[in-house]
């Protein structure tokens, strides 16, 4: 479940707290958290609806000036069924946190490596975790499809991978490409 740039300050400071999607099947279920840009949101439910039951106020709730506005832009998609979704802010990225984190004992590293290590393991091509890790460093803040050449994947498989070490905190994201975090520079370094 993605957002456009326009609602994400308002979902962190908690004045929107409703989307509305229409999907062949949600992508994300009650109970459950997502990750965006701005934070941790929870999904508190995810309901079937009927486009006439969206009243001004939920719009509002949405984000949008008016229920004419979010009914003519959930229109374009025409496939699949609609759905409310309840949300909240639950807090930071931990991921953030995690990335300065680059003071790492020895039974963190090992942690770490036995993870790349299952990364790499689980991969169809070649062990690939190291490689990239190398290729942001000495290549900070360069286009992923630029990257992704380098080390011979297509473009999602690279981005997928990426975000599989960010997930570990090990590098940061920019509107273009990425770049090693402190944590990431420590566990490349202590690669034998």
Known sequence: MLFKQRFLSGIRDGKITLAFRRWTRPSVRAGGTLRTPVGVLTIETVIPIHESEITATDARRAGYASREDIIAELRQRATGSLYRVKLSYLGADPRIALRAKNNLSAEVLADIHRHLERLDAASRIAPWTKRVLSLIQNHPEIRAGNLAA????????????????KNLGLTESFGTGYRLSPRGRAVLKSFK
Do not use: G, I
């Open 150 to 165: 380098q080390v011979c994947q297509d473009l999602a498989a690279f981005k997928m991978n990426v975000r599989k070490l």
